[in-house]
Structure formats: C-alpha cells, structure tokens
Nanobody
Framework: QVQLVESGGGLVQTGGSLRLSCAASRSTFLGNAIGWYRQAPGKQRELVASINTQGRTNYANSAKGRFTISRDSAENTVNLQMNNLKPEDTAVYYC?????????????WGQGTQVTVSS
C-alpha cells in the first residue's frame, strides 16, 4: 500500500513561513508526481502545487510567488516551502500522488497536517 506522510504544519503569524514535508518510500518517490492539496473549513479541497518526477512544477494562482514545491531525492520527500503566509492559507494540507499535470489524485487521503495562520 502506498503511504505518504505529511508533517511540518503549525501555527504561524501572518507573513510568516512554514515548510511542509511529504515522506514517501523510495519507489513511490521515484515513480510518481506528488501534489500538495489543502482543505479549509467549509471549502472544497484544492491543489496548491505539484511536481513531477522530472521536477516540472505546477502552482495554483494563490500559491505563485509565495510557495515553492521541491523534491529531495536524498530524503525521499516532497517539500512545500510556504512564505508570506496569509490567514486564508489556513487549512489542512495533504500530499498525494497526482496525475500530473492534472489535479486528479491517485490513492486515498491521509491525515494531513494542519496549518493555521493568525492575523
């Protein structure tokens, strides 16, 4: 069973930064595009950013210029660096295998990691 584990969420003030990490097995990491999604209370889940195995990236308009997705082949992780955070970034963040460059996810949702941005 493919398992991705999210970490790195927390409470931060407006304008602050957080780095989320998605840990995968070596085979999952090498063979899949990975996306970071988020779901805010009362809203639909949305794709924030994704990256394929060649390092090509895709960002939601709300993330462009503030968030950076990257792959760490030494750690088998896909990281999401989030800068200049805003209260509207508050959500549970999930990482998933994705059919890049679409938003179609592959597999089941995990626990996610909570990001809360205070104003």
């Amino acid at each position: 069973q493919v398992q991705l584990v999210e970490s790195g969420g927390g409470l931060v003030q407006t304008g602050g930064s957080l780095r989320l990490s998605c840990a995968a097995s070596r085979s999952t990491f090498l063979g899949n595009a990975i996306g970071w999604y988020r779901q805010a209370p009362g809203k639909q889940r949305e794709l924030v950013a994704s990256i394929n195995t060649q390092g090509r990236t895709n960002y939601a308009n709300s993330a462009k210029g503030r968030f950076t997705i990257s792959r760490d082949s030494a750690e088998n992780t896909v990281n999401l660096q989030m800068n200049n955070l805003k209260p509207e970034d508050t959500a549970v963040y999930y990482c998933m295998r994705v059919a890049f460059p679409t938003t179609i996810v592959l597999g089941s949702w995990g626990q996610g990691t909570q990001v809360t941005v205070s104003s």
